[in-house]
């Protein structure tokens, strides 16, 4: 039997037309993440086995239309033209529609046709179309288009037999021709550009097909112009020419849109009949409560509530557990081995860096368990219009809401939610934002410094005291900073057009249990993959600068190992925040994660590593601390400094790490940590200072 | 169907329908909002403002949307009786 290279067919559709749940219904598990350089959203390729014959299926990201604004955008539109570098070319369309809402998810279907490959169309959620007094006929919608219909209820798993067999024949069918028709005016212009891109396809390196070439003529703003004028800027004028032969007056996007919808409307007076006049469906009725002045905005603070509080306390016996497992088999190792680099490496070492990747998947897991339902339910949009408002000036949407607010327990988490955001803009804002936030692993630096250096001076007859202020303020410095952050980045690094914020509210319906356990396993499990072999060696790093070079006769290794180098190398760059070099080498040692500090300031101190923030042999050990002339050590502008530098500072490998994963960049994670470092270096410097001019 | 004199979609109060003539502007969120089928002759309803007055809430071709204001006044319509 001859070897036939496997084909690949893209499946595309509207956002919310439960694609996510066709793909996992036809391919299973056995799906991977195509990756390409500088994409950041991802695609996913599955494979799926049609009568012993394997096909690739790309999961393109949800689309409503091919007219790319954003390079991610872009990416889709070339993958389904076969332009992408490194993705396979697509044979044939797998098309999902949204039998609920046909005539604008026909939108894409009319340009899909035009790109010359075969199609077949999954007819999804006729259910719900029913349920809403639509009855679609995809006999005569497969008729009417030429493309071959299939109902499907995904969510149930049926249909699927059905689409399966259709993809068999796919690669081989015919190629649709039915779709509209551009006037004369627009064709002559469309036909005179391709000839002129023909003719410089040697400049170009490639050909361009006639879908980009619409793409280009009409989309003024769009991506696919932009990057051919970069490429060859003299055609700019050519390109002006040719709009202008196209219409004389008014927008070309527009003039698409309109014919588009007229021939959209031929193609559902045929196939679609609006069996009731439009009555409130149970959707409207939710939708009114949800998104009530009074109501739904108390709603919205409950849900968000639960959410926070879920990954804020109710993931501690989870990772507290995480760490007694981890803890047990450090003492067993230690028992096994003789004391020695071997015994330290895999205690201090190995089983710190598995141990500080795992108590991450607690939060993350719990996180998208709440956003997969969330999302899956419809309520994720409405969140995001509730919220819209409050987040709209300072340059992001409502859509910002929940990763921001997650950050506050864990910006690992909050990070990887900014998926949600599609604006390419503002997701990079939010996830540079997320981890000024100030998270729970911050909570132990602050503990331990409040309890040793802020006096409990109570104010109000009692109810509140300065310690919990000063608790309150660090959590306040992160917001206050991220503010300007924000903005800034919007007007510099990240400057562009506001983004538009047209977003679909779906009809609300039961969310798929097995949806959203399937993306809690693939949030967790790309977590570990990507960013924990990643968080696992800067543990193992920072193990090896505080144990080598080893010498077992000092008391206290750690002062002559390359850490406590490093420390006293880097003394006078720290001495304006009033650190000396201990202080120094405990903030890089806390590099991989923030909490460590605690354990460092513990073997820096003498006291050992086995303390928590509340052991009161470390805080007597802190206040007790001196420099070699004898002044104390912490006093408090030194406090206050060092809890400024924590509540501003990147020190967490698991966020730089999944900033690189999520931007598909080390660029943004090193510039996150980079401004977030300086930021945490001013603000502590200006603290000190301000406390000392203060008499502190 | 008496038409009543034309506005822009942002000063349309919630519950009432309108019939969409032009859309404003030539850019890409234009264009987005007609791809979203906001095209002259449409029909769409005001459903909702949002909590703090922003956005907006309509619905057009059997389907939810929210918009901003200030994307809301790209959008001339007039009022249906």
């Not at chain 1, 996510?20 to 799906?31: E, I, V, Y």
């Not at chain 1, 419809?378 to 607010?405: C, E, Q, T, V, W």
């Not at chain 1, 570990?528 to 080893?550: C, D, E, K, N, S």
Request: glycine share 8%; hydrophobic share 50%.
């Amino acid at each position: 039997m001859p070897v036939t290279p496997r084909q690949t067919i893209a499946l595309i559709g509207n956002p919310n037309t439960g694609k996510t749940t066709l793909f996992n219904a036809l391919t299973g598990l056995r799906q991977r993440v195509a990756n390409y350089p500088g994409v950041t959203v991802e695609q996913k390729l599955g494979e799926l086995q049609i009568d012993g014959t394997a096909v690739n299926l790309v999961d393109l990201p949800g689309t409503y239309s091919l007219a790319a604004i954003s390079p991610d955008e872009m990416i889709t539109v070339d993958t389904l033209l076969g332009q992408q570098a490194g993705a396979p070319q697509v044979k044939g369309i797998l098309a999902i529609v949204d039998a609920s809402n046909l005539p604008r998810n026909l939108y894409l279907v009319s340009q899909l046709i035009e790109c010359s490959l075969p199609i077949v169309i999954a007819l999804n959620m006729m259910d719900l179309a029913l349920a809403k007094g639509v009855a679609v006929d995809a006999a005569r919608l497969s008729e009417r288009l030429g493309i071959p219909v299939i109902p499907t209820c995904a969510h149930r798993g049926t249909g699927i037999v059905e689409v399966r067999r259709a993809l068999a024949n796919l690669c081989n069918g015919r190629v649709p021709v039915d779709g509209p028709r551009f006037p004369e005016r627009v064709e002559g212009a469309l036909q005179g550009l391709q000839r002129a891109l023909a003719s410089l396809a040697l400049q170009l390196g490639r050909s361009i097909q006639r879908v980009e070439a619409e793409r280009i003529l009409i989309d003024t703003e769009g991506l696919a112009a932009r990057r051919l004028i970069d490429k060859i800027p003299a055609f700019g004028v050519q390109l002006t020419a040719w709009r202008q032969q196209a219409t004389e007056n008014g927008s070309l996007a527009g003039l698409e849109a309109i014919i588009r919808y007229q021939w959209i409307r031929q193609v559902t007076d045929v196939a679609m009949t609006q069996m009731t006049s439009a009555r409130k469906t149970v959707s409207d009725r939710i939708d009114a409560v949800l998104t009530h002045k009074i109501l739904g905005t108390g709603i919205f603070l409950a849900i968000t509530a639960i959410v926070f509080q879920s990954i804020y306390t109710w993931a501690v016996p989870l990772q507290d557990g995480i760490d007694t497992v981890l803890g047990w088999m450090g003492k067993h190792v230690t028992s096994l081995l003789p004391a020695g680099a071997l015994q330290s490496l895999i205690v201090d070492g190995l089983i710190k860096g598995v141990g500080s990747v795992l108590v991450f998947i607690p939060q993350i897991a719990l996180l998208f368990c709440f956003i997969a339902l969330l999302e899956d339910c419809g309520y994720m949009a409405r969140a995001a219009f509730l919220m819209d408002r409050l987040l709209s000036r300072i340059g992001l949407s409502g859509k910002s809401f929940i990763p921001l607010l997650s950050s506050f327990a864990c910006a690992v988490p909050g990070i990887m939610a900014a998926r949600t955001i599609d604006n390419r803009r503002d997701r990079l804002a939010t996830i540079l934002a997320a981890p000024l936030m100030s998270c729970s692993a911050r909570l132990p630096v602050y503990t331990l410094l409040i309890a040793a250096f802020i006096p409990p001076t109570a104010y109000l007859g009692g109810w509140i005291d300065l310690r919990g202020l000063t608790l309150f303020a660090m959590h306040l410095v992160g917001i206050c900073v991220a503010i300007p952050v924000i903005w800034g980045l919007k007007c510099s690094v990240l400057r562009g057009q506001p983004a538009p914020f047209v977003m679909e509210l779906p009809s609300y319906k039961r969310p798929s249990l097995r949806l959203v356990a399937f993306r809690v396993y693939d949030r967790v499990h790309a977590f570990v993959r990507r960013a924990g072999t990643i968080i696992a060696a800067m543990t193992i790093v920072i193990w090896a600068l505080a144990y080598f070079p080893h010498e077992a006769t000092q008391a206290h290794a750690i002062d002559s190992s390359a850490l406590g180098r490093i420390g006293r190398f880097a003394e006078p760059a720290f001495a304006p925040l009033g650190w000396d070099w201990r202080i120094a080498m405990a903030a890089i040692a806390a590099f991989p994660a923030r909490e460590v500090v605690v354990a460092a300031f513990g073997t820096i101190f003498h006291v050992g590593a086995e303390v928590s923030e509340t052991s009161p042999g470390l805080r007597a050990a802190l206040q007790t601390a001196t420099w070699p002339d004898g002044r104390a050590l912490f006093t408090l502008p030194v406090a206050l400094s060092l809890m400024v530098f924590f509540a501003l500072c990147c020190q967490c490998g698991a966020t730089v790490a999944t900033i690189r994963r999520e931007t598909n960049s080390w660029g943004w994670a090193w510039f996150t940590f980079g401004y977030m470092t300086a930021l945490a270096y001013a603000g502590a410097f200006a603290v000190y200072h301000i406390a000392i001019a203060l008499g502190g | 169907m008496a038409l009543l004199p034309t506005t822009t979609l942002d000063a349309v109060a919630p519950g009432e329908q309108v019939t969409i003539l032009t859309l404003r502007g030539e850019g890409a969120v234009t264009q987005r909002l007609a791809e979203m089928g906001m095209v002259p002759g449409a029909h769409l309803t005001v459903v909702r403002y949002a909590p703090m007055g922003d956005p907006l809430e309509i619905s057009l071709h059997g389907y939810h949307l929210s918009l901003r204001r200030r994307e809301a006044a790209l959008v001339e319509v007039s009022r249906c009786r």
